[in-house]
């Protein structure tokens, strides 16, 4: 194999699959990338048998092959090479030689037979979505991600595509996290799968441009066809496609829309940064044994109150159009205060029932959170 390739567009490749890589494996060839090199391009792949990314680089290739090399070092030494083109040659014996200006090294590597392969899928896209819709679907979504291992099913966001519609739910069992999107054209399909936070926080690491995402699924052999897999290949202009292969999470997501409630009685609309900088303030005041704020809501005033008996107590008002009942309701100001800090809009919406019931935030956008309160003293 020997391939010539801008040093440039090779760095970009291996930014773009790296951080896959773990720093410590027990398997030698998992800190390895792949580096197949093909007529007109190499393409670069790195997994933890979790998730893939794969990405193509152009190279002018005088003799195809494969090889696999230690991916933060060959990542370290091209980055600091001079010149504008690397020269990477590989012996009988998987000695990868790189030259680029007046630098050459040589590095051992693994041959790439004993690379993990990649899951099949087929080529018609289950989906098509913008890349911005994508990134800001999982921006709404993945803060609300249990991280208990002990409900394993939760530790993930779950996909439901119907049709040309997206929806994307996380949840711990204290809050819910919900946001929607009408998708492009793909294949007329109902599938539902959970990805781990993990796959899911690469995929919106490489959402950097303005085009396209394709996503495929890979039915598994089981009788209820349920997909093992599934790959989002991330299309921009004028780069070439990165893509995400990851393994799903086995089980069945809750029954997201029992947790929504179905009637809210009074609603509130609140300047969101008004509400978010008041929240940060009376977070201060509380601690792991009262990790909690009460909000008050009373005629045309929302207090929020902080008391912690070994660090002190707080109080913020804020001026709201309400005109309900008194409602006193307690709640981890973290919870609060996440999807806050991701939407966008000025203004949110508030719903309650009552002081002892789930509250519900809106937005002017397809986005859902369902807050369980806290019981407090």
Request: overall charge negative; charged content about 25%.
């Amino acid at each position: 194999m020997k391939i010539t390739s801008p040093r440039e567009s090779l760095l970009n490749g291996l930014q773009a699959v790296q951080s896959v890589v773990a720093s410590r494996s027990s398997l030698p060839i998992l800190s390895n990338v792949l580096l197949s090199a093909e007529p007109g391009h190499i393409e670069l792949r790195a997994t933890d048998l979790e998730v893939s990314v794969v990405c193509r680089v152009e190279a002018n290739v005088e003799r195809i092959g494969a090889t696999t090399l230690p991916v933060k070092r060959l990542f370290g030494l091209i980055r600091e090479m001079q010149g504008g083109e690397v020269t990477l040659e590989v012996s009988e014996k998987e000695v990868s030689t790189l030259q680029a200006g007046a630098s050459l090294y040589k590095i051992n590597g693994i041959a790439g037979e004993e690379f993990p392969r990649l899951p099949q899928f087929k080529e018609e896209p289950a989906l098509k979505i913008s890349q911005s819709k994508l990134k800001e679907m999982i921006r709404k979504t993945i803060f609300a991600v249990s991280t208990e291992e002990s409900r394993h099913v939760l530790n993930g966001v779950y996909f439901n595509v119907q049709e040309d519609k997206l929806t994307m739910v996380a949840t711990d069992g204290r809050r819910l996290a919900l946001s929607e999107e009408e998708a492009g054209e793909g294949k007329s399909t109902k599938v539902e799968f959970i990805i781990p936070s993990r796959s899911v926080g690469e995929l919106s690491r490489n959402l950097i441009g303005n085009g396209e995402v394709e996503m495929r699924v890979n039915k598994g052999g089981g009788s209820d066809g349920a997909p093992q897999q599934v790959e989002f290949c991330i299309l921009s202009e004028g780069k070439s496609p990165v893509r995400i292969c990851s393994k799903l999470i086995e089980g069945n997501f809750p029954n997201f829309k029992q947790v929504i409630p179905k009637e809210m009685k009074e609603r509130v609309t609140i300047i969101r940064e008004e509400l978010l900088q008041a929240l940060r303030r009376a977070d201060n005041i509380t601690s792991e044994r009262n990790s909690s704020v009460k909000l008050n809501f009373s005629k045309n005033r929302l207090s929020i109150t902080a008391n912690s008996p070994d660090i002190g107590e707080g109080r913020e008002n804020i001026a709201i159009n309400y005109k309900g009942p008194d409602i006193s309701i307690a709640f981890n100001p973290t919870f609060l205060m996440d999807p806050l800090k991701v939407l966008e809009s000025d203004e949110i919406h508030i719903e309650l029932i009552d002081d002892n019931s789930p509250a519900v935030i809106k937005s002017n956008t397809p986005f859902l959170y369902v807050l369980m309160p806290m019981r407090s003293n």
